[in-house]
């Protein structure tokens, strides 16, 4: 990693721990079910902390390799949980903007792979669903791929990729990633089927309704349920 790199790490790390408060910190990990320990910082004060380091034009990142080393180092090496929530907001910071494409996303895997919980994985997806709008084709079939992948936290993120698309919403591409999971027991993943139907039935509610009736017997009621929530 470039010494600009270390420094922003250092200094990120450094700033979190100001705002530790260990009574706190029990009470998010046995909320989160984390084993890896929180500082104790709420997500206001740890952005009110990590923002201006962000913003800092002597800690800015030159190349994507230094950007991606520091979103990796903060993430594969953390101590604490804010450090990740650290790592999510350095690469979806608008400094960086332009090296959320397509060459970004085996590092966005790995995050999502290795992260393997709701709250690292629902923000990393926000970055997908961006990728995802800049090379529709492309991202389309990584997102099909990651359907059907073993790793429950991939076909959770291919399916609520386009939460935020609204009627930039490809169906054909919604329903391709739902279809695999539709018999998946797993929690995780029929509560982010109904979370993307019920998302974007606000878009479209005729499309989501008719989604549900023609596919009534193999969704979970869990999934129906919220689909259908606002309708």
Known sequence: MTDRGTELVDALR??????????????????????????????????????????DPALRLDTRKAFERAVLTLWDEAAFREERYAALDLLRHRTYRS????????LVEHLVVTGAWW????????????????????E?????????????????????????HKERTDTDLLEAVIEPNLDD??????????????????????????????HTHRLSGLSRREALKHL
């Open 14 to 55: 450094a700033a979190l721990r100001t705002g530790a408060d260990a009574e706190r910190a029990v009470g998010q990990q046995g909320y989160m079910k984390s084993a890896m320990p929180f500082l104790g910082l709420t997500s206001p004060g740890r952005r009110a902390l990590v923002r201006p380091l962000l913003a």
């Open 99 to 106: 090296w959320r494409d397509p060459d970004v996303m085996p």
């Open 119 to 138: 709250d690292l994985v629902d923000e990393t997806s926000n970055v997908v669903g961006e990728v995802l709008l800049l090379d529709p084709e492309g």
């Open 140 to 164: 389309g079939l990584r997102m099909r791929d990651w359907s059907e992948r073993e790793s429950l936290w991939l076909r959770r993120s291919a399916i609520i990729s386009q939460l935020r």
């Open 185 to 214: 027991h797993e929690f995780f993943i029929r509560k982010a089927i109904g979370w993307a139907l019920r998302q974007y039935a606000r878009t479209d509610p005729v499309w989501v309704q008719t989604f549900v009736d023609r």
